[in-house]
């Protein structure tokens, strides 16, 4: 219940483009916030950009300040789907990217960016990008 899966990543070259996809198993799912998280070999995870639910308010996305620009999230509430589009794609993007899932309320921008924050997270999709 509420499992996550991420699909799309591989090895691509600078400047090239990418798109992982999330599936939520759950028919809930749609109403989830979902984050997107990255970690590189080293490096502590980190919030790359979210989406709100169906049940927001109003949609919101937020995303990092390093991909601002070059990475789009979106989603389809019918297919219980959500994008990464990854354009522009630098060195310093090579990571594991995980797509993380919460069926909690969002109040405010911080709790999209915080890892705690999901409950369902996936296994993880490698993204490496060659310079």
């Known amino acids: 219940q509420g499992q996550v899966v991420e699909s799309g990543g591989g090895l691509v070259q600078a400047g090239e483009s990418l798109t992982l996809s999330c599936r939520g198993s759950?028919?809930?799912?749609?109403?989830?916030?979902v984050g997107w998280f990255r970690q590189a070999p080293g490096k502590a995870r980190e919030f790359v950009g979210a989406?709100?639910?169906?049940?927001?308010?109003?949609?919101?996305?937020h995303y990092a300040e390093s991909v601002k620009g070059r990475f789009t999230i979106s989603r389809d509430a019918a297919e219980n789907m959500v994008y990464l589009q990854m354009n522009s794609l630098k060195p310093e993007d090579t990571a594991i990217y995980y797509c993380?899932?919460?069926?909690?309320?969002?109040?405010?921008?911080?709790?999209?960016?915080?890892?705690?924050?999901?409950?369902?997270w996936g296994q993880g999709t490698q993204v490496t990008v060659s310079s």
């Open positions: 993380a899932g919460s069926g909690n309320y969002f109040s405010n921008v911080v709790q999209y960016t915080r890892s705690s924050e999901y409950t369902y």
């Open positions: 759950t028919r809930a799912f749609p109403e989830f916030a």
């Open positions: 989406i709100s639910g169906t049940s927001a308010i109003a949609p919101y996305v």
